[in-house]
């Protein structure tokens, strides 16, 4: 039943990858066909519930989005690794075990450092 | 399947180059149509469950039950006018749409709906799901960006740092499977569930289903989750400028990630395609090896699949008429100071486990 993954089939995945940005592009052509176009300045402008839009959209919004997705990064490249540990962890055994908890505990002395500057809190 | 296709071509002495082509070709019109039929049942099912859910009919006026509701709100959508706003960067804000659906359709070809029907069957299968998957993201941050609306900034700075942090946990309950199995291929581990319920992941891994549950959830927008969509705060989040078809594409993209997070819950953890019983029916009328035992496994595989399939999506339509919407911080807060170490927690219980249990 395993199999290893031939160039055949990422060939395969990247022809259907292909595939599905022509569909997308079809649908928006498609719709461009039959579509009505009637646009004016009212209808054209920023959608902010039937007032006046106010103001530049480009907005600023608190610094914790940016610590999320840095921190984001860094544990999910420890999913990323902790993935083909798993996957061979049957066959590696206790040592397996061992690192496996040394490297997940280095990671959570990050997280406890997150935890202590209150990176998740978005309320401070 | 694959194996069977490329045999049959080759029997015709067809260059293995286009034999590969066309295989491509036809996985994905099978997947397309896949696509779209269970955006159409899944967005009629859960207006007609909402409607009971909340003592009303839902839609009943197109078609027999309403059944061409959803079919005719996707016919009036090809027609509507594209409105991009006067503000907009335009070249972002088509793009945005195509980016968000291009990785929910390409992971369709990863699913296996029975023991046959995959469309790239490999071994490192999950890591490719998600790997693609994640690129959806991008689209999202596009879209709100490019739309030069706060209501979208904002909605689309929610919804990545949510859907971001969830996929921590998503992937470490994964993790978990993995380990219980040994493989990373999604028939394998549909596979080695065979043989009844007791013998599928949910009971082992139950801690991880539960994280699995609520992490899916996230990554879709839904309630309890679905602050990026706040209706009374943010309009309609990231895709507030949309209309037209490039809406209609935001729209077929969340339903279709609904449905493909499902059958992936579904194969991690309730056993795939394989039967509820201890063997399939087909096996009790017919005989393993004869032609019409096989036949009918194959239907029967399917069934399982798509039942097991619409039960779970059952359930998140149901969180969704129940559950009140978390708040930002606290959302961010579950997921990093509990769902996280939880699930790390629960990894390594479980490696524990698989090393005990051999």
Known sequence: MVKQMYIEEYGVFGGFVLLSVIFAFAAIFTSFLVRAKAPYKEKNSTYECGVRPDGDAQIKFPIKYYMTAILFIVFEVEAVFILPWAVYFKKLGLAAFVSGVVFVFILFLGWGYAMKRDFFDYKK | ?358
């Open chain 2, 1 to 358: 399947m694959f194996d069977i296709y490329v045999s049959i071509f080759e029997y015709f002495s067809i260059p293995r180059v286009f034999i590969i082509m066309s295989w491509c070709v036809v996985v994905f019109c099978f997947c397309a149509a896949l696509l779209i039929g269970s955006v159409l049942a899944l967005v009629l099912w859960e207006r007609k469950l909402l409607g009971y859910f909340t003592v009303r009919l839902g839609p009943n006026r197109v078609g027999p039950w309403g059944v061409l509701q959803t079919t005719a709100d996707a016919i009036k959508l090809l027609f509507k006018e594209d409105i991009i706003n006067s503000g907009a960067d335009r070249l972002l804000f088509s793009l945005a749409p195509v980016i968000f659906f291009v990785p929910v359709m390409a992971v369709y070809s990863l699913m296996p709906f029975n023991q046959w029907l995959i469309g790239v069957e490999s071994s490192v299968g999950l890591y490719l799901f998600f790997a693609v998957l994640s690129v959806s993201v991008v689209g999202i941050l596009f879209a709100g960006w490019s739309s030069d609306n706060k209501y979208s900034l904002l909605g689309a700075v929610r919804a990545v740092s949510q859907v971001i942090s969830y996929e921590v946990p998503l992937l470490l309950s994964v993790c978990g499977v993995v380990l219980l199995c040994g493989s990373m291929n999604p028939l394998v581990i549909a596979e080695s569930q065979s043989g009844g319920v007791f013998h599928w992941n949910i009971i082992v891994g139950f801690v991880s289903c539960l994280i699995f549950f609520v992490c899916m959830l996230a990554e879709l927008n839904r309630c309890p989750f679905d602050l990026p969509e706040a209706e009374s705060e943010l309009v309609s989040g990231y895709n507030t400028e949309y209309s037209g078809m490039k809406f209609a594409l935001f729209f077929l993209a969340e339903y279709s990630l609904l449905f493909i997070l499902s059958c992936l819950f579904v194969v991690l953890f309730l056993g795939g395609y394989t039967s509820i019983f201890g063997n399939y029916v087909s096996f009790w009328v017919f005989s393993e090896e004869s032609f019409w035992g096989q036949f009918f496994v194959f239907f029967e595989q399917i069934f399982w699949m798509f039942a097991k399939v619409f039960f779970v999506i059952f359930m998140v339509i149901w969180i969704r008429a129940t559950f009140p919407r978390m708040k930002m911080n606290s959302l961010i807060f579950f997921c990093w100071k509990f769902l996280f170490p939880i699930s790390v927690v629960n990894l390594l219980l479980l490696a524990l486990f698989g090393y005990f249990a051999g």
